[in-house]
């Protein structure tokens, strides 16, 4: 492949294999006060997302488990990108990110996760995308049921 297209899906893997094999924030959170399951049964991926919320901000987030390597770098990229994020501007990311993975790019920059929007070439790996987002989004607003994406 050449030309932008080409350029951006060396990108695209340059960025999930860094990821996958060194997640950021790959560890269980002490003091979090909010925690999420989620698991995607299609792939085997498995994750708790941990997150601690001091006066309405995402003061620190992590997470831990086993998954595929897009499901690994999603997770990873996703806490860098929320930590210090007000929760109101989590939930709005989370709304941008799932449409940028299922449906349509966003109307606003999403930065370095834009990365992930290369998955949407490959519809079965959108879930192991996606997977760690909606278990943020789970541990946030406290719903107790565990994240599943399929």
Avoid at 23 to 51: I, K, M, S, W
Avoid at 90 to 108: C, G, I, K, W, Y
Avoid at 118 to 135: I, Q
Wanted: glycine residues 8%.
């Amino acid at each position: 492949m050449s030309g932008q297209f080409g350029d951006l899906r060396e990108l695209y893997q340059e960025v999930i294999f860094d990821h996958n094999r060194r997640p950021r924030n790959f560890r269980a959170l002490e003091g979090a006060t909010h925690q999420a399951d989620g698991h995607n049964p299609l792939c085997g991926d498995q994750l708790t997302v941990y997150v601690r919320v001091t006066d309405g901000v995402v003061e620190e987030v992590s997470f831990i488990g086993h998954g595929c390597a897009i499901s690994t770098a999603s997770a990873s990229l996703m806490t860098e990108a929320v930590k210090g994020m007000p929760v109101d501007e989590v939930e709005q990311l989370f709304n941008d990110m799932h449409a940028m993975l299922t449906e349509s790019h966003p109307d606003r920059d999403l930065g370095k996760l834009e990365v992930l929007s290369g998955v949407r070439e490959f519809p079965a790996r959108v879930k192991c995308a996606t997977l760690a987002w909606h278990t943020l989004h789970n541990a946030i607003t406290q719903a107790r049921e565990i994240a599943k994406t399929e």
